[in-house]
Every structure is written in C-alpha cells, then in structure tokens.
C-alpha cells in the first residue's frame, strides 16, 4: 500500500468507526494506529497467536505505515489484544522486542496445549 492508500484507509476506518480516542469507548486513549492494524485484524490480516482469553493479532508494518503513523525506523511490528471487556489495545514492536514476545507466546501456547 502507498502511503496515499494508507491515508485514505485511515480516513475510511475514522469514518466507519467514529473513532475519537478522547472519548470513553472501546479505543480510549490508543493511538489511531490500533484502530487501523483492528480494523486488518477484522477483515482477516495478521498472525493470530496465543491461548483462550490471551489472543493476538499481529502485523508487519511497512515502510508507507510507519511514515502515516511517524513511527520509528526500527518499528517492524503492530500487535492488537482484546481485554475481556472489550477494550484494544495497540504495541509498536522492534524486531527484537517482537522476538522476545514471540518466545513468550511459543511457551505460553505449549503450557496450554500441555494441560488440555
């Protein structure tokens, strides 16, 4: 995507959503990048990783993405979770902060899958 489509995306998903972070609601107080890498997320882009009740989504950012967003150079990742009460949240990762969270959800998924 360029970064005009990321743009234009961004502008499709405000409308869509009515999405204020000011204001009380399932994006209180996240940047508008959550709202974006959520909205992939629903239409079925990401990795989906770890356990009942502990699920996230995760993206590779592109060049165009962390140009709209004015994320550091180093940014290689957006993760999405879900509380149980329905609140997002967002996590810009570097590809070493990625791989450390990677190895928590490996040994995360393999306890769960050892009490089953």
Do not use: C, W
Request: charged share 35%; no cysteine; aromatic share 14%.
């Amino acid at each position: 995507m360029s970064v005009r489509d990321v743009r234009k995306s961004v502008s499709d998903i405000i409308k869509e959503y009515g999405f204020d972070p000011r204001h009380p609601g399932k994006f209180e107080g996240e940047p508008i990048e959550t709202l974006y890498y959520y909205d992939s997320t629903m239409n079925g882009f990401g990795e989906d990783r770890g356990v009942e009740g502990e699920m996230y989504s995760i993206h590779g950012v592109t060049a165009d993405e962390r140009k709209v967003f004015q994320m550091p150079d180093n940014i290689r990742y957006f993760v999405i979770s879900e509380n149980e009460q329905g609140f997002v949240y967002g996590t810009a990762m570097t590809k070493k902060r990625y791989n450390k969270f990677i190895f928590e959800i490996d040994e995360l998924e393999q306890s769960y899958n050892e009490e089953e």
